[in-house]
């Protein structure tokens, strides 16, 4: 089993998850792409002090972005990354400002 640290990444913090957070008590994290849901539970668990109520995860895709310049077509990726939907119990809850 991986250490907390290894596990959770970041949190993905934009519009959509902010409402998750607000109306359903639901925090996305990046986690590594090997940490399976059990690791996943037990890391913000350990982390954060708070109570898991479910987790699901996804695997975002790398995506191929074009540009042109000067010397024609440019193409590049961006990275793919494994995410992770936590639901916290409903007397739990994480704050970011404070960590």
């Known amino acids: 089993m991986r250490a907390p ?3 959770i990444i970041r949190p993905i913090i934009t519009e959509k998850t902010n409402r998750l957070m607000e109306d359903l008590n ?4 990046e986690v ?9 539970k037990h890391a913000v668990e350990k982390l954060f002090g708070v109570k898991v109520k479910a987790v699901n995860t ?5 995506r191929v972005k074009r540009t042109i310049t000067r010397r024609g077509r440019v193409y590049g990726a961006t990275r ?7 639901t916290l119990d409903k007397n739990s809850k ?4 404070s960590l």
Not at 58 to 62: E, F, M, N, Q, V
């Open 58 to 62: 996804l695997y975002a895709r790398p």
């Open 26 to 29: 639901k925090y996305v994290f």
């Open 94 to 97: 994480i704050d970011f400002m």
């Open 5 to 7: 640290e290894e596990v």
């Open 32 to 40: 590594h792409k090997d940490a399976n849901k059990h690791e996943i």
């Open 80 to 86: 793919g990354y494994k995410k992770a939907i936590i």
